[in-house]
């Protein structure tokens, strides 16, 4: 198809003012009238209050108010699925990160005082450290229905047969950390209730709107008299898909007498109270046959959701949805379990669920290639499903694979196809170099069970140009960009003249959350279901201005064109408003959906997926233990790539994430307390762990999406884990199965293979 | 103390700032790049009555070469140090500490001064400056000493240092034509890091690679910085060679007393300070076979 706008290496339109620091985020604001608000977290990771005395605080000079859970008009809970966190604690604490009493004051001095006078009785209780321990009878239960949170069972075929079968079997267990969000911004935003009541928060979040229903369902408050703005955001990453702070932001807007309250989680508090990736163990056993045909895989993935929900059910069931890899395996005893403890809240983050089983079955690909003495691209390439096939959680894959061609792709590389040469060019003798891959996958959209849908409006406005509006929120990873480009190819003009507005409950439809890798290809069709009634609309105006037959109406770049005559759009605005008539269109899609649920599976299959393959080169120092990643090629297949520059962004931005994961990142709790507690103990890569990196994406279209796209937002991190892994292997021969792989492992594990071949050379 | 309650004072002159410090019955502390004071502020540790701004204090931001000494005020920046072409040529060691400092933005802003006055054993100039044999001098209203680096420091954070005094000198021995030196870290990430274990090294060499005399220190392996003697006495027993330098990189880990702590166990950074030892050596050794 031509085109002018989509597919093409178009300007972040949010760029400039990103990059010159020009733009406020919503934390960034001061009022002069503003009071400061502070959120009182609990001393324990597990106790029972017995007395909450708020009265020494509320009398200290610039204490606005000192709320606790008795001031909650509604209900006193949260959660995007099951609301089992308190909003402010009432009877028992689960966490380090709960809260139990809010205080505003005249400065964010004072207001931290005022925590320190709020005197809490507690009795401790015993501490569930461990979600395998608190799957037990002997554990405490943290919840009235017990420690287990959610169950999915996923079985096919004759695991037992199969096994005993197979030439081949391996079998290993894997840890993977309790990766932080680590946005730049962390929680935080404004309230204030005006003095007919009317309440707007501003709070950076992935679904304004339900966020506004979560905070109308505690406040007891119709939802009608909330506004909530949740763009643009400072970074999330699943992060802030629950609620952070906005409820506390909406109890304490209700007591300052209209003066708008402001939140801001310090660093400290962030590592505390905000939500991370579940850390998870996975026992995975993977059986082939000597030709390389993978016939069985059996997984227990066991995940720490920590005191509260979220989305943790949800993050499971994504896990073992995709713990095959994008293969044909026929016989499977898929099994996951999200646990409560004592160890902080875990939820959303990019991968949901699928980083932590990634790792352990491209692991096995790799062993299963070595010990095959095969080629680890053609055993992938063997095993893949192709569109059509049956996937290994049984479904048959409607929608596009691109796998193979991502295989194809990585094989014709310079890194992989030169691969023993660059192994080669070691910087110095001690040091060890590898080169390896892996692919993944990962699910569009919500899965079965939930609604998904997108909705975008256009408006033409007085100056002739079109405002675009989309629930789905400009979280950073250039969206706007797209429903930009979107509406300026549809609609016939200039970029410049596409306004975009995104996350307002007032301001945009509900269009379902920026998650979940779906707000490109929801987002995107929506506006592409809105352009065409702006066109109907502006050529039916126009030929009633005109008098004339539709027909004879022409779109033009920027105008319309009639009988040799112009129309500039700022003319049809005025013919509208002249005449009363609305100047705004809207469009609506529903995201496609497989129609039968995998038995016990929570929400799989998928009806889409977004393909990866990575190609990764480390350097070991084989003296410290130190691994540097120095390439990475990035191969996504994302459908029709909408703007390749945006693309590359997230492809990087990924990439780097999961050189984190795989390599530094891991938020530390010992027995329900953070050991981890900012950015000096909590280690991301900076520029100099950056390497080059490189994305060749593969187009394989998908019919149902605009212009051909898919989501790639999370599994640009993924394969890389498994793929570093892997390179540090073909490196030193070390295997790691316990992530972050920080120097001190590799150093032991080189120690521990050392120790090895000196008892079998003996 | 809130930090609303502390007060600045930026005094114009050395004698001026002397005379702030005299003044007793109340809590004073200096800061200079501010780049460990703000952020013990933050964390409630260091709340002062009042901080004794001495950023400003040009006299004491230089480095000069003077008789037998190398002379670095106690402003001097770590930016300072890795741009200086005195030191580049005669205190290598140093200069590559100084790189390993945080980052660009830390090396700006932080001072030599203040990397002493922290007195963290995981200081990244502390080790080179202990092989460079440096002297700090030490002043207040009505006093001047100058003590060997060795015996300024008697705990993590703790120092001989009086409430009056300030140091106002660094002095150090420049290297011999034939002296070289390596810094040598291990972080968890290779920028904005805090030592898991350092060690600095400085070599005069013979010829060949034989080597005359050479100073080992550790940092982050123990309470404050250790000398190496073990490992010292044995660069000079014969040629460098691979298998030297292995055997006295074999025994570094029975002269450091490291803990546990969530950066490392105390088992690796003994096998570190083997390792860092080790590598440091192979790279001096090449690059005095390069020059
Ligand atoms: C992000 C970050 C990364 C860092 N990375 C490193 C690193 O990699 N390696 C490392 O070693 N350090 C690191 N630091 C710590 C710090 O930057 C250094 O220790 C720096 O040299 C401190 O200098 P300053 O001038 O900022 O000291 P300040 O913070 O101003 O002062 C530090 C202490 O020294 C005292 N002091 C200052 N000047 C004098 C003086 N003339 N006489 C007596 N006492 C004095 C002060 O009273 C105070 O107690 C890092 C810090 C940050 C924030």
């Not at chain 1, 792709?409 to 003798?429: G, H, M």
């Not at chain 2, 809590?27 to 540790?45: F, Y």
């Not at chain 2, 990397?115 to 209203?141: C, F, H, K, Q, R």
Request: with cysteine.
């Amino acid at each position: 198809m031509n085109t002018k706008w989509v597919g093409k290496r178009v300007q972040r339109i949010d760029g400039p003012e990103k990059v010159t620091g020009e733009l406020k985020y919503m934390t960034d604001y001061h009022f002069d009238n503003m009071v400061w608000g502070k959120v009182l977290r609990s001393e324990y990771p597990h106790a029972k209050i017995k007395s909450i005395d708020i009265e020494a605080a509320k009398n200290l000079p610039g204490v606005i108010c000192v709320l606790t859970h008795k001031d909650i008009p509604g209900f006193n809970g949260f959660g995007i699925v099951v609301p089992d966190q308190p909003v402010l604690c009432s009877d028992i604490v689960r966490c380090t990160g709960d809260a139990v009493a809010l205080a505003a004051a005249e400065t964010l001095e004072i207001a931290e005082q005022a925590l320190t006078l709020i005197k809490v009785d507690y009795e401790p209780l015993e501490v569930v450290a461990d979600a395998e321990y608190a799957l037990t009878d002997s554990a405490p239960k943290l919840h009235p229905d017990g420690n287990l949170h959610s169950h999915v069972k996923i079985k096919n075929g004759n695991i037992e047969e199969a096994f005993e079968e197979a030439d081949i079997i391996v079998e290993n267990t894997f840890f993977s950390p309790r990766q932080m969000h680590a946005f730049i911004e962390t929680e935080g935003g404004w309230g204030v209730m005006d003095e007919e009541g009317f309440l707007t928060i501003r709070c950076p979040g992935q679904y304004a709107y339900r966020d506004r229903m979560q905070i109308a369902r505690s406040l007891a408050y119709n939802p009608e008299r909330i506004r909530v703005i949740s763009s643009p955001i400072g970074g999330a990453f699943g992060g802030k898909d629950e609620i952070t702070v906005q409820i506390y932001l909406a109890l304490l807007a209700m007591h300052t007498n209209g003066r708008p309250v402001k939140i801001h989680l310090s660093r400290e508090e962030s590592v505390i109270a905000g939500i991370k990736r579940h850390p998870f163990k996975v026992k995975m056993k993977t059986a082939a046959k000597k030709d390389g045909t993978l016939v069985a895989n059996q997984v227990t993935a066991i995940g720490d959701t920590g005191a509260y929900a979220s989305l943790g059910g949800a993050v499971i069931a994504l896990a073992i949805e995709h713990s095959c890899g994008p293969y044909k395996i026929p016989n499977v005893d898929l099994e996951g379990f999200c646990v409560y403890t004592n160890n902080g809240i875990a939820g959303a983050f990019r991968g949901f669920g699928v980083n932590q089983v990634c790792m352990g079955i491209e692991t096995h690909m790799d062993m299963i290639a070595e010990k095959l003495g095969m080629n680890p691209i053609e055993l992938r390439k063997k095993n893949v499903y192709h569109q059509g096939e049956v996937s290994s959680v049984g479904h048959i894959v409607k929608s596009s694979v691109g796998t193979y061609k991502t295989l194809e792709t990585a094989e014709n590389c310079d890194l992989w196809k030169n691969r023993e040469k660059y192994k080669s060019e070691v910087s110095e003798p001690w040091k060890k170099r590898g080169v390896s891959l892996a692919t993944s996958f990962h699910g569009i959209g919500m899965g079965i069970g939930l609604p998904d849908y997108g909705a975008a409006t256009i408006e033409l406005l007085p100056d002739g140009k079109f405002l675009v509006g989309v629930g789905c929120e400009e979280i950073g990873g250039g969206n706007s960009t797209v429903y930009a480009q979107i509406a300026a190819e549809m609609l016939n003009c200039d970029i410049s003249n596409i306004m975009i507005v995104q996350g307002d409950t007032q301001r945009t439809l509900d269009g379902g959350t920026v998650t979940a890798s779906r707000s490109t290809y929801t987002g995107g069709r929506a506006v592409a279901a809105a352009a065409p009634k702006m066109t109907e609309l502006l050529i039916q105006t126009a030929a009633e201005m005109l008098n004339l037959q539709a027909s004879r109406i022409d779109i033009r770049p920027n105008h319309i064109a009639a009988d040799g005559q112009i129309i500039p759009y700022k003319s049809i605005h005025k013919y509208l408003y002249d005449h009363h008539q609305s100047a705004r269109v809207e469009g609506h899609f529903y995201l496609p959906k497989e129609k039968e649920e995998i038995k016990g599976s929570g929400g799989a299959p998928h009806h889409l997926y977004g393909y990866l393959t990575h190609v990764v080169m480390v350097e070991v120092d084989t003296l410290t233990g130190e691994t540097d990643v120095l390439r990475v090629v990035s191969i996504p297949d994302a459908g029709k790539v909408m703007n390749p520059q945006g693309l590359e962004g997230q492809a990087e931005g990924g990439a780097v994430m999961g050189i984190g994961y795989t390599l530094f990142e891991d938020v530390l709790i010992e027995n329900g307390y953070h050991k981890t507690r900012n950015f000096t103990d909590y280690i991301i890569p900076t520029i100099r762990e950056t390497p080059l990196i490189e994305t060749f994406p593969v187009e394989k279209p998908e019919q149902s999406g605009p212009f051909g796209a898919k989501g790639i937002g999370e599994v640009v991190m993924i394969p890389i884990i498994a793929a570093i892994m892997s390179a540090i292997c073909d490196a030193t021969g070390a295997r790691i199965f316990h992530l972050p792989a920080t120097p001190e492992r590799v150093f032991n594990a080189l120690k521990d293979l050392k120790k090895q071949k000196v008892q079998s050379a003996r | 103390m809130l930090v609303s309650q502390i007060d600045m004072i930026t005094p114009s002159s050395l004698s001026e700032c002397l005379n702030q410090l005299s003044k007793a019955g109340r809590k004073h502390k200096l800061i200079a790049g501010g780049t460990d004071a703000a952020v013990r502020m933050k964390e409630g540790k260091w709340r002062p009555e009042i901080w004794i701004n001495i950023k400003n204090l040009k006299e004491l931001r230089y480095i000069e070469e003077r008789e037998d000494f190398i002379h670095i005020g106690p402003l001097t920046t770590h930016t300072d140090m890795i741009q200086s072409q005195l030191l580049q040529r005669k205190a290598d060691v140093l200069v590559e500490a100084a790189r390993e400092v945080g980052a660009t933005q830390m090396q700006n802003m932080g001072t030599i001064g203040g990397n002493i006055g922290t007195a963290s054993p995981a200081g990244d100039t502390l080790p080179a400056l202990y092989v460079l044999g440096a002297m700090l001098e030490l002043t207040s209203l009505t006093n001047k000493r100058t003590l060997p680096i060795e015996e300024f420091f008697t705990g993590p954070g703790r120092t001989v240092l009086k409430e009056n005094e300030m140091i106002t000198k660094i002095l150090i021995k420049p290297q011999k034509p034939n002296g070289l030196g390596i810094f040598q870290k291990l972080g968890p990430r290779k920028a904005q890091s805090i030592s898991i274990v350092n060690v600095a090294i400085s070599l005069t060499m013979d010829n060949d690679r034989k080597c005359a005399e050479g100073k080992i220190a550790f940092g982050s392996v123990a309470p404050t910085i250790i000398r190496a003697r073990k490992c010292e006495s044995m660069l000079t027993l014969g040629q460098l060679n691979e298998e030297l330098i292995q055997n006295i990189a074999k025994i570094a880990w029975k002269e450091v007393m490291p803990i546990s702590d969530g950066r490392a166990t105390a088992t690796y950074r003994r096998d570190m300070a083997s390792a860092l030892l080790e590598r440091g050596l192979y790279r001096l050794i090449r690059r005095w076979e390069n020059q």
